[in-house]
């Protein structure tokens, strides 16, 4: 019995480190028929280029003021998920469509959300203001093409609820319900 306890403590810690410390969420994604190896992804390779010099491109996330308490390490890390995902889904629509990307784009999608989250809650403790600074700053031209997207993905199938298993983020539950039973239009290889 004691060894069971034990073989059941290391096996969840290993889970729980792989989770939460290395960030391996990738790792916890619904297995399936549409879901590939994450870690075998063409598309993270594709799109290196679109995240050289973000500073570059006037469409990403910027500032709309100098008053707002926004860590920079914040702002960078909001660039940097704003132009690979924009890489991933605007600029390669199809890339969804093979699946390990998909298996890859989905776990950058539920990290884009949760650095959104993060950044809104703790724009939260500093009052109304802060938190209209960065709803702004996530309302870029590039998060705009993101947003209508995955709009476009979930109406056509390429996402659903299930490829995010539990992990769905907020953001995209109302997007689910709508297009809810909606095939998948990838083609078919």
């Known amino acids: ?32 028929e549409r879901m590939g190896e ?26 709309s003021t100098d008053k707002h308490r926004v860590d920079w390490r914040d702002l960078d890390r909001a660039k940097e998920m704003t132009a690979a995902l924009n890489c991933y889904l605007v600029t390669h629509p199809n890339a969804i469509c093979e699946r390990n990307n998909r298996a890859y784009i989905i ?12 950044m809104m809650n703790t724009a939260k403790r500093y009052g109304e203001s802060e938190m209209s600074t960065v709803r702004d700053l996530w309302d870029s031209p590039r998060n705009r093409a993101i947003n209508a997207a995955l709009m476009m993905d979930t109406g056509n199938g390429r996402l ?5 298993g539990w992990t769905v983020p907020a953001a995209m539950k109302p997007m689910f319900d709508r297009y809810n039973g909606t095939s998948d239009n990838c083609p078919r290889a």
């Open 1 to 32: 019995m004691r060894v069971a306890f034990v073989l059941g403590g290391i096996f969840l810690g290993v889970n729980l480190i792989n989770y939460f410390v290395l960030g391996h969420s990738g790792d916890y994604l619904p297995a399936g």
């Open 38 to 63: 994450w870690r075998e992804a063409k598309i993270r390779a594709a799109c290196y280029p679109a995240l050289e010099q973000p500073e570059r491109d006037g469409q990403l996330p910027k500032l």
């Open 107 to 118: 776990d950058y999608i539920n990290r884009y959300f949760a650095k959104f989250d993060e």
């Open 160 to 164: 659903i609820k299930a490829d995010f």
